[in-house]
């Protein structure tokens, strides 16, 4: 099973670029990678999901390298909303519907 | 309506009391899940059905008992809890995956259960 390693925390402030790595040694051919981000007291949110290469919406970039063994949640211009934990998901093969979380990277934006 | 509804928001329950955590949701989903999350810990999962049936249980305590009436409903009756069960109940749905694409997740705000 592919096992995700992120940073425990990170630090940043307003209006600064914050990137987030994710290690995935044993990422599956058939694997996507998923980033979902967490509030304290609710549910985490989907923020982005990609294959390979780049991918970008409104809130986030995601970069995956040719080998897929990394990727890195790029969030633009953050703010102090943004302070909240991220974790980043690689579908498990043989359970396609089983969405395992790591422990998640805690950013702290500062003012 | 793209929204996963959890009720209660709050809980307090005995340890020999029976009650029910409730999961609705109407994005036409047909993969439903129970996560529990501990403070500062991820979320772990717990129970998946997919097309109401339930296909994973992870080793979780039969004092858990999932039920899922139909597509848009999830139910989690608790029975003789203890209290380190207490913690943060996430329902979740998502499209039954299919062919190579693992599809986003949406989750509720949860149950802050505390069992007493």
């Known amino acids: 099973l592919a096992k995700t390693t992120q940073p425990i925390s990170m630090d940043s402030y307003e209006g600064q670029e914050v990137n987030i790595t994710c290690s995935h040694n044993?990422?599956?051919?058939?694997?996507?990678i998923t980033w979902y981000q967490q509030f304290p007291s609710q549910g985490p949110r989907f923020i982005i999901q990609?294959?390979?290469t780049k991918v970008t919406n409104e809130v986030a970039s995601l970069f995956i390298p040719a080998d897929r063994k990394s990727s890195t949640l790029s969030l633009p211009r953050v703010s102090l909303s943004d302070t909240a934990v991220y974790y980043c998901l690689v579908g498990f093969p043989g359970g396609y519907n089983k969405l395992i979380f790591g422990a998640g990277t805690r950013l702290a934006v500062h003012p | 309506d793209t929204e996963v509804t959890q009720t209660p928001k709050h809980l307090v329950m005995g340890m020999t009391n029976k009650k029910s955590l409730k999961c609705e949701q109407h994005?036409?989903?047909?993969?439903m899940y129970w996560y529990k999350q501990k403070a500062k810990k991820p979320p772990e999962l717990m129970f998946v059905y997919s097309y109401e049936k339930l296909s994973i249980n992870e080793s979780v305590p039969s004092r858990f008992s999932p039920e899922c009436p139909n597509s848009s409903l999830l139910n989690l009756h608790l029975h003789a809890l203890q209290p380190e069960d207490s913690a943060l109940y996430l329902c979740?749905?998502?499209?039954?995956?299919?062919?190579?694409?693992?599809?986003?997740?949406?989750f509720g705000s949860g149950t802050r259960l505390t069992v007493v």
């Open positions: 994005m036409g989903h047909r993969a």
């Open positions: 990609g294959y390979k």
């Open positions: 044993n990422i599956a051919t058939n694997d996507y």
């Open positions: 979740a749905s998502s499209q039954v995956a299919r062919g190579i694409a693992n599809y986003g997740y949406t």
